[in-house]
């Protein structure tokens, strides 16, 4: 089992909500921590991000409004609210850790650390 763990995925019709969680074992001390997707044949994608000290979060243009990332320091988790899902919001859902963000963060690259993912399925 490597430093972070993703649950909280499952299959949900449209229209539904699921919530996502990311322990980190090691203990939350990155600077930033994200939630990225990739669907069979597609690019992965980085969905939310927040910034550990100040909470401050980002959100891919086509998640907005509809998830809500967040943490829990005492708990060493970071949780990923998903409400109002789609079909196309089926995916793997990765969280990832970095000791530096900037604005190509949803690429992915400056992110050491990765969970195993956890699927996200969402029927019409």
């Known amino acids: 089992q490597g430093r972070l763990v993703e649950s909280g995925g499952g299959s949900v019709q449209a229209g539904g909500s699921l919530r996502l969680s990311c322990v980190d074992s090691v203990g939350i001390y990155s600077v930033c921590m994200g939630w990225f997707r990739q669907a069979p044949g597609q690019e992965r994608e980085g969905v939310a991000l927040i910034y550990y000290a100040s909470g401050y979060t980002e959100y891919a243009d086509s998640v907005t409004g509809r998830f809500t990332i967040s943490q829990d320091n005492a708990k060493n988790t970071m949780y990923l609210e998903m409400s109002a899902l789609k079909p196309e919001d089926t995916a793997m859902y990765y969280c990832?850790?970095?000791?530096?963000?900037?604005?190509?963060?949803?690429?992915?690259?400056?992110?050491?650390?990765w969970g195993q993912g956890t699927q996200v399925t969402v029927s019409p």
């Open positions: 990832a850790a970095a000791a530096f963000c900037d604005n190509t963060w949803r690429t992915g690259a400056n992110f050491a650390y």
